[in-house]
């Protein structure tokens, strides 16, 4: 599952596009177990750039077992459900952000 875990994170960027932030800021998602990792995006000339691993002193950290990731990023999850199995450090707000993220429409 690692691979495909890896491929849904390619959304994050998309899903942030519209967040108006200043420059420099940055979410780490942390997605829990084996085939899980952390990733990061940063804003950077007006636009979100993703990174494999954690930022230095991110604004925003998500962290959320893999078994619920998958299906947050294809929609098997709703959302009310999904950020109950979440933990979030820092700007909350920023970090709920996450739960728009779209990978799969199935």
Do not use: N
């Not at 108006?20 to 084996?34: D, F, H, M, R």
């Not at 750039?49 to 998500?62: F, I, K, N, R, S």
């Amino acid at each position: 599952m690692a691979p495909i875990l890896e491929t849904f994170v390619l959304a994050l960027p998309r899903t942030f596009r519209s967040v108006s932030v200043p420059e420099g800021a940055s979410v780490t998602l942390t997605i829990k177990g084996e085939s899980g990792g952390e990733w990061s995006i940063r804003q950077e000339e007006g636009d979100w750039q993703l990174y494999q691993g954690t930022l230095e002193q991110p604004d925003a950290g998500v962290s959320i077992e893999q078994e619920f990731a998958w299906r947050l990023f294809t929609r098997g999850l709703s959302q009310d459900v999904a950020v109950r199995q979440m933990s979030f450090t820092g700007d909350r707000t920023l970090g709920l952000m996450v739960l728009d993220t779209v990978s799969i429409i199935a």
